[in-house]
């Protein structure tokens, strides 16, 4: 493993709680860490060419947007056929995440995930439908697993922060 500077160890921290919602998030990032907004571009693009950060991402939070019905579709497709498959169901818009994972054979066939999410159920089944049919995917076994709740949505922590005690003033 490599072994990483302090300053890019501070860098890691500022981000992997989310970037500020600013106009020029880089340059506040740099500004509260004392890098200027071209280092923190500069060493987040190296930092992604060594293989220490593998992406950035949003995580987008759907429900506020409006869209309350969210389905994970698992499908038991023919190995050879999965990638194939994977990056056509990709290129519908509805369509938000699609990955392959390993079968848990006997009891989990299933080898890959398509997430959709809607702003009502009904919809959602119609954009699977539409899936099957525009895909012809009718004779590939699959199961519907719309989401209950919610859970927290983040990213990975790497770097713990030490607690910051608030102290409280006292109005005397």
């Known amino acids: 493993m490599t072994s990483l500077a302090h300053r890019d160890m501070d860098l890691i921290a500022a981000i992997q709680e989310g970037l500020p919602l600013a106009s020029r998030p880089y ?11 071209q280092e923190v571009m500069e060493r987040l693009q190296q930092l992604h060419a060594g293989g220490v950060i593998k992406r950035l991402g949003v995580i987008v939070r759907h429900r506020e947007l409006g869209y309350r019905a969210n389905a994970m579709v698992v499908w ?4 050879e056929q999965v990638a194939e498959l994977g990056r056509h169901f990709s290129q519908f818009d509805f369509v938000t995440l699609c990955y392959q994972r390993p079968r848990r054979l006997p009891d989990w066939p299933y080898n890959l995930f398509c997430m959709i999410h809607g702003q009502d159920r009904r919809g959602v089944r119609g954009n699977i439908q539409r899936l099957v049919d525009e895909c012809g995917v009718e004779h590939i076994p699959h199961v519907v697993l719309f989401s209950r709740r919610r859970f927290k949505q983040r990213g990975a922590i790497y770097i713990h922060q030490p607690e910051v005690e608030l102290k409280q003033e006292s109005g005397t």
């Open 76 to 79: 038991d497709v023919a190995d």
């Open 27 to 37: 340059a506040a990032i740099g500004e509260s860490i004392g890098m200027t907004e």
